[in-house]
């Protein structure tokens, strides 16, 4: 379910950067693109480790934020996830045309 939404969107892309790139050109579609991407970096803030009952809601000061997420093993799960689908997912949307 977590990545199910790179699929659905590769679905709605593979007609819509066709129609981008006849509007506004290589370079006008991918700032499109860049633009709709750009959404995620609010869903992006999102990601970050849920409270353990039992345990003090507050973090730790001894580790920044960021140091404690990229040692939580489901985030680097997603993460890994996502960055598989990417290696090879988004190459025929950018030399495919």
């Known amino acids: 379910l977590v990545v199910s939404g790179a699929s659905v969107s590769g ?3 593979g007609p819509l950067v066709p129609l981008l790139l006849d509007a506004y050109g290589w370079r006008g579609a991918l700032l ?3 633009a709709i991407s750009f959404n995620l970096v609010a869903a992006g803030a999102l990601l970050r480790p849920l409270p353990v009952p039992g345990e003090s809601p507050v973090p730790p000061r001894d580790r920044p934020g ?3 997420l990229l040692r939580h093993g489901p ?3 997603y993460a890994l996830a ?3 689908v ?3 997912y988004y190459v025929p949307f950018v030399h495919g045309a």
Request: hydrophobic content about 80%; aromatic content about 12%.
């Open 32 to 34: 499109l693109l860049a």
């Open 66 to 68: 960021l140091v404690r």
């Open 86 to 88: 990417d290696a090879g």
């Open 75 to 77: 985030f680097l799960r």
């Open 11 to 13: 679905l709605a892309l």
């Open 82 to 84: 996502f960055v598989l």
